[in-house]
């Protein structure tokens, strides 16, 4: 191995100690014990794609599929595989029909996920009239509302030539994906409301949109349905539709919650105990004291009742009125601490000194009255109190709290962009939802940009465009420590980048012992090359933009130096598949092309596909990343 710069190093070392440190919530849990997994939203509905029952349509142009295979350079290029789980629309042209749920909706949550050829379109109408659009629009650099995930223009033929179009709504950033690759859509709609007389008194919303993990639209109000909508009134709930005449496209894990106007509601004022406590560091035990006011209240309004701000505690106790059986969350977000009973049952415990923090519960509840008890106390340092509940077919909402304010002064974010050379950002990362505290972004000037688990060297993510948005490094006092990527970032493979094991099908490790960090040093253009070491054996890797710049380039320069048995995995999926192009789809979240010789191996298991690559004698190995 090269000789790393151990000054280098040692400022590393020097300005990373604080990151190394294990974060605030990685010791809740007594060692060997399983956490207690939080249940803090109810379940989506899934529409099951064996067959297209849960569907109308007039063609014969859509079926079910288990895979579809594109080939990114092609246009209206893709191919499927018999099977289930995958909703196809074969035909590439505009002679093929929509398609529409059985079902119908008002408001709607929803995630789905799409697949679109090259130069193909299509869309997704809620209300079979108001459309996001799907398109492939990889690598346009300023977005417009017929662009993926824009909501489409409406349309006014009357109007003179060049203003038909108005009311489109371009998206945020563009967070499309290559073609070929699956991307995810979550979308939160609001239905149009309607008087006893018909009469439309609030507009259909876009309440949030997001794109492989952007946001990229909030709160965007439709005055009517878009252009191209195959019905132009507007009613209370309609089918879902897929547009199916513009061509290929492909759709999979449709999952969505509908929503009514129901509601969880007091059936009278609660009464209150209001109580002046000495300093703790808990709930009280409100049998030992005695109350300095007694009233009734018809909110958990702690500011209309405390006298003083510090050391307080308030026990609420009323009725509840359920609108229907079944699944109930409810949820206190409180400083400091609560317990909210239901019929003398602990639902939500949210007990102790803290900031403002939310705990849920999970309860199934019949229809009819129920009790409820909340139980309160501040401390010191500031007060706060809500309630929320989510129930079957009943949105997240407040329960007998006062409304959420959000702030009207907009928070401008941190932003870090490299300048003449690199940016190494020391950070906390999050890869599939779990908090990475040995990490490092690395931003290039070049635009393309990635994170490293400094633990095991797996390569977590990239992404192009803007760096880093640092705002939750510094703002709040720093508590989140997370970097997060400007723009959409592809997330890759975790697992230790080299293992000693018995053979190529054994359980590869997330990382081990033996397996360390050594240092890293930089190259003249200031981009570093890590170098780790497992036993005696040792690996260089290296990173940089590859020459079309929208591209990532690993080298990866392997010594087993006399260990037996080495292997490399450099991607793990649901599935791996070898395109005619050359390329890999990795799981359909990103390409893979290998540039180094020979070909690697790929182990398919029950639920997961592992590219490895055997190392017996020294090794370089070289591939390039697209998405």
């Known amino acids: ?97 929509h398609i529409f749920t059985n079902w119908e909706h008002g408001d709607l949550e929803i995630e789905y996920e799409v697949m679109v050829p090259k130069g193909s379109n299509s869309g997704v109408y809620f209300m079979s009239r108001y459309e996001i659009q799907v398109f492939d629009s990889w690598g346009i650099d300023n977005p417009q509302h017929s662009d993926l995930g824009g909501i489409y223009q409406r349309w006014n033929d009357s109007a003179p030539e060049g203003q038909q179009g108005y009311e489109g709504h371009a998206p945020a950033i563009n967070a499309a994906k290559a073609p070929g690759l699956w991307q995810k ?100 035990d409100f049998s030992t004291l005695s109350p300095v006011e007694e009233g009734s209240i018809d909110s958990f309004l702690i500011d209309k009742i405390a006298k003083r701000e510090d050391y307080i505690a308030i026990q609420f106790i009323g009725e509840i009125e359920i609108p229907q059986d079944g699944d109930y969350i409810f949820h ?14 602990l639902i939500v415990d949210n007990d102790f000194n803290h900031g403002p923090e939310r705990k849920s519960g999970l309860i199934n509840l019949s229809k009819g009255k129920h009790q409820i008890q909340l139980d309160y106390y501040n401390n010191t340092w500031g007060r706060s109190l809500r309630v929320l509940y989510e129930g079957p077919q009943m949105v997240y909402q407040t329960l007998a709290s006062p409304a959420l304010q959000k702030s009207t002064q907009k928070q401008e974010p941190l932003l870090l962009d490299p300048k003449s050379e690199p940016e190494l950002l020391r950070g906390f990362v999050y890869f599939e939802g779990e908090k990475r505290t040995h990490a490092i972004s690395v931003g290039d000037p070049l635009g393309v940009h990635y994170s490293l688990d400094l633990n095991n060297g797996a390569l977590l993510k990239a992404w192009r465009g803007g760096f880093a948005d640092v705002t939750n490094m510094w703002q709040g006092r720093g508590h989140d420590q997370t970097a997060l990527p400007q723009s959409m970032a592809v997330e890759l493979s975790d697992g230790q980048i080299i293992a000693q094991l018995s053979n190529a099908k054994a359980n590869y490790p997330n990382t081990s012992d033996e397996f360390k960090l050594e240092a890293y040093d930089l190259d003249d253009a200031g981009r570093p090359t890590f170098r780790y070491t497992l036993g005696d054996a040792g690996v260089s890797d290296r990173m940089h933009p590859g020459e079309l710049k929208n591209t990532l380039v690993r080298t990866l320069e392997i010594q087993p130096n006399g260990t037996t048995q080495l292997y490399s995995r450099i991607a793990s999926a649901d599935y791996i598949e070898t395109l005619d192009n050359g390329l890999y789809s990795i799981g359909g979240k990103y390409y893979l092309k290998i540039l180094s010789e020979g070909k690697p191996q790929i182990q398919q298991g029950e639920d997961k596909a592992d590219m490895i690559f055997p190392i017996k004698e020294n090794r370089s190995i070289k591939y390039e990343i697209l998405w």
């Open 185 to 284: 859509f979550y979308v939160k709609f609001t239905a149009p409301r309607f008087d006893e007389a018909g009469n439309k008194i609030s507009n259909a919303r876009f309440d949030k949109v997001e794109l492989n993990g952007m946001l990229i639209h909030e709160n965007v109000e439709l005055s009517g349905p878009t252009r191209a909508a195959p019905k132009n009134d507007e009613v209370a709930t309609a089918p879902l539709m897929i547009q199916g005449d513009h061509g290929k496209v492909a759709f999979r894990n449709i999952r969505y919650k509908r929503f009514f106007d129901q509601t969880v509601k007091l059936t009278a004022p609660m009464t209150y105990k209001y109580y002046e406590i000495g300093e703790g560091t808990a709930l009280p």
């Open 1 to 97: 191995m090269n000789q790393f710069k151990p000054g280098i190093f040692l400022l590393f070392l020097i300005t990373c100690f604080s990151c190394f440190s294990d974060s605030e919530d990685q010791n809740d849990q007594p060692q060997g014990e399983n956490p207690k997994v939080e249940i803090t939203t109810l379940p989506f509905q899934t529409i099951e794609l064996n067959d297209l029952s849960m569907f109308l349509t007039d063609g014969d142009n859509w079926e079910i599929v288990s895979a579809v295979k594109m080939d990114y350079l092609q246009e209206q290029d893709a191919s499927s595989e018999k099977g289930t789980g995958v909703l196809f629309n074969k035909v590439p042209d505009n002679s093929g029909a």
């Open 332 to 345: 206190t977000i409180s400083d400091d601490g609560t317990k909210l009973y239901i019929n003398d049952n």
